[in-house]
């Protein structure tokens, strides 16, 4: 066995090799939890919302929080209680929104739905609600990667396009949708967020 002409040199050599591999490795382990979180941050529930929160909870959270209607999507299952917030900012990602939902089932919340109308005139090339499916898509993609689904359909009748396209984030469901200029020269864009389990 060989032995260091300097043992104190040799001591404090390995002391210092030792010290940056501690400070690498905790560089990665604060690094990987900082991109955990990062991903993670938002993704179970909307602003101050969590997926599953009372209807009661919400209304102190947003005082704001009024009851708008009912919508029934399976007539075995109890109706939604769609409420809006009287004094929201409409904007999601810098996306100016017409109307955003926060829908409840079981007294507890568990989808939010944003809702974007646009119209198409004689010197518009791309309409506000097309415009706003490409913004958020491409956010959405540098965000989060591809889509989990995409699908793009035309009604033959008169050639209208929709575009649908959702991203499973840790506990939640984020879907796109553009439904294209039809007779009325109108067309929607609307985004979804909800919690997993309820799609």
């Known amino acids: 066995m060989m032995h260091p002409r300097n043992p104190e040199r040799f001591r404090t050599s390995i002391i210092g090799v030792l010290a940056m591999i501690g400070i690498v490795l905790l560089s990665e382990t604060v690094g990987l939890a900082q991109r955990t979180d990062q991903k993670g941050k938002g993704n179970d529930g909307f602003r101050e919302l969590r ?4 209807i009661e909870q919400s209304s102190k959270i947003y ?26 900012h409409g904007d999601i990602e810098n996306v ?6 926060y829908w409840f089932k079981g007294d507890h919340f568990h989808r939010v739905r944003a809702v974007l109308n646009s119209r198409i005139g004689p010197r518009t090339m791309v309409t506000r609600a097309e ?7 491409d956010k959405l993609r540098n965000r989060y990667g ?20 959702t991203w499973i984030v840790d506990q939640s469901a984020i879907t796109i949708k553009y439904e294209g200029v039809g007779r009325t020269n109108e067309d929607l864009f609307t ?3 909800q919690e997993k389990g309820k799609r």
């Open 51 to 54: 997926w599953g929160t009372s």
């Open 63 to 88: 005082p704001d929080l009024s009851f708008d209607k009912y919508v029934v999507s399976d007539a075995k299952e109890e109706p939604w209680k769609v409420y809006v917030r009287r004094g929201e």
């Open 96 to 101: 100016p929104f017409d109307s955003i939902e």
């Open 131 to 137: 415009n706003a499916f490409l913004k958020m898509n």
């Open 191 to 193: 985004l979804t967020m």
């Open 146 to 165: 591809n889509p989990s689904d995409h699908k793009v359909e035309y009604v033959t009748e008169i050639i209208v396009v929709v575009k649908e396209t």
